[in-house]
């Protein structure tokens, strides 16, 4: 098992891999912050148990965002973390539509850790979605990323009750106008 100083390198080695990637939303956030988020989400929702899936929530898109491979993530963080960031990563050979549609179909079928990085996952980037929408997302758009990530989060039910209600909150907050 890792230990917090690797969750440190872990961090170190996401900012690097990300060094150059932006959110999608207009205030162009730097990537980093959304694995922040992401791993702090899991960390609060499993009260920091294993360390080893804060570490993979960190690195949860490095392997479909960044050159990095599976083999790199063994070496580095051992093969447990190595297999939660793959489970949780999507094919990038694939169209977007058929990527979106195993997300769902795969969510049931993931290790709980896998599980409970995707509910963070989902909750931040609804999150970031109520605070900064991309500039060129319409709202048919957004509504229709809001009613997928809530099919994924159905296949994750079980997981993790705390962050299933965020999940549910983020997913609300998106779709109800600000006042």
């Given at each position: 098992m890792n230990t917090i100083s690797d969750l440190t390198?872990?961090?170190?080695?996401?900012a690097v891999?990300?060094?150059?990637?932006?959110?999608?939303?207009?205030a162009g956030e730097p990537y980093i912050n959304h694995l922040t988020e992401v791993a702090d989400l899991v960390a609060t929702a499993t009260a920091g148990a294993d360390i080893d899936i804060v570490i993979a929530a960190v690195l949860h898109d490095v392997l479909e965002d960044t050159p990095t491979t599976?083999?790199?993530?063994?070496?580095?963080?051992?093969?447990?973390?190595?297999?939660m960031v793959a489970e949780v990563s999507d094919d990038k050979t694939l169209p977007k539509a058929?990527?979106?549609?195993l997300q769902i179909e795969h969510a049931p079928h993931l290790s709980?850790?896998?599980?409970?990085?995707?509910l963070a996952d989902k909750t931040a980037n609804l999150r970031s979605l109520k605070k900064s929408p991309p500039a060129d997302w319409e709202a048919a758009r957004i509504?229709?990323?809001?009613?997928?990530?809530?099919?994924?989060?159905?296949?994750?039910?079980?997981?993790?009750?705390?962050?299933?209600?965020?999940?549910?909150?983020?997913?609300?907050?998106?779709?109800?106008?600000?006042?």
């Amino acid at each position: 098992m890792n230990t917090i100083s690797d969750l440190t390198r872990a961090y170190h080695f996401a900012a690097v891999r990300h060094l150059s990637q932006k959110r999608k939303g207009k205030a162009g956030e730097p990537y980093i912050n959304h694995l922040t988020e992401v791993a702090d989400l899991v960390a609060t929702a499993t009260a920091g148990a294993d360390i080893d899936i804060v570490i993979a929530a960190v690195l949860h898109d490095v392997l479909e965002d960044t050159p990095t491979t599976s083999d790199e993530l063994v070496a580095k963080f051992g093969p447990r973390v190595a297999a939660m960031v793959a489970e949780v990563s999507d094919d990038k050979t694939l169209p977007k539509a058929e990527r979106k549609r195993l997300q769902i179909e795969h969510a049931p079928h993931l290790s709980e850790g896998a599980r409970t990085i995707k509910l963070a996952d989902k909750t931040a980037n609804l999150r970031s979605l109520k605070k900064s929408p991309p500039a060129d997302w319409e709202a048919a758009r957004i509504a229709d990323y809001v009613q997928w990530a809530l099919a994924v989060g159905e296949g994750l039910r079980g997981t993790n009750p705390e962050l299933e209600r965020l999940l549910a909150e983020a997913a609300a907050a998106v779709v109800t106008p600000s006042a």
